[in-house]
T-cell receptor
Framework: DTAVSQTPKYLVTQMGNDKSIKCEQNLGHDTMYWYKQDSKKFLKIMFSYNNKELIINETVPNRFSPKSPDKAHLNLHINSLELGDSAVYFC????????????FGSGTQLSVL | DAKTTQPTSMDCAEGRAANLPCNHSTISGNEYVYWYRQIHSQGPQYIIHGLKNNETNEMASLIITEDRKSSTLILPHATLRDTAVYYCIVRHGGGGSEKLVFGKGTKLTVNP
């Protein structure tokens, strides 16, 4: 059973399109994240949600809008895709405890043409 | 703005111990040291974490110096499947505002 699952695994689209990436965790965790890994392999946090509330927003363009319908899901919607959005996007979750550790999904490779 | 320094790359022979160093000289008293790894094309995987004392689990051991300014991750018997990028991270915040800042990591190559 996959703990943190993301769909789709690969996403190829044209500039200007709107797309969504879905994430679900079955671990009962309270906190979920989106990270972006660019072509240079730097892994940067984008957002975190705790019990459906936004906790961290790391100056991400407002074309990126996370949506958390419940604490098990954190979806990422991207409007007006740009070439620079091409990257691997990772979803993660954590219990939110003092000694929390992150569980990551397997990533979504987004290619904007 | 990672607060850690790691070598860019290391090599290790299969079956030998891999010792991965990390400097975190500006760590504050309530910050933990976390280690993650990322195998090619996969999501990062938690390995181990510690505050002051040395820690061991089924994957690795973590040795933290007494002044907490550096640590070493030890994979006691490296296998080819341990080839990955290893990230040493000092953790900010807590209780839902955890923010793990990933640096460049160390690319460990385990050779047959």
């Amino acid at each position: 059973d996959t703990a943190v699952s993301q769909t789709p695994k690969y996403l190829v689209t044209q500039m200007g399109n709107d797309k969504s990436i879905k994430c679900e965790q079955n671990l009962g965790h309270d906190t979920m994240y989106w990270y972006k890994q660019d072509s240079k392999k730097f892994l940067k946090i984008m957002f975190s949600y705790n019990n459906k509330e936004l906790i961290i927003n790391e100056t991400v363009p407002n074309r990126f809008s996370p949506k958390s319908p419940d604490k098990a899901h954190l979806n990422l919607h991207i409007n007006s895709l740009e070439l620079g959005d091409s990257a691997v996007y990772f979803c993660a979750s954590t219990p939110g405890d003092r000694d929390a550790k992150l569980f990551f999904g397997s990533g979504t490779q987004l290619s904007v043409l | 703005d990672a607060k850690t320094t790691q070598p860019t790359s290391m090599d290790c022979a299969e079956g030998r111990a891999a010792n991965l160093p990390c400097n975190h000289s500006t760590i504050s008293g309530n910050e933990y040291v976390y280690w993650y790894r990322q195998i090619h094309s996969q999501g990062p995987q938690y390995i181990i974490h510690g505050l002051k004392n040395n820690e061991t689990n089924e994957m690795a051991s973590l040795i933290i110096t007494e002044d907490r300014k550096s640590s070493t991750l030890i994979l006691p018997h490296a296998t080819l499947r341990d080839t990955a990028v290893y990230y040493c991270i000092v953790r900010h915040g807590g209780g839902g505002s955890e923010k793990l800042v990933f640096g460049k990591g160390t690319k460990l190559t385990v050779n047959p």
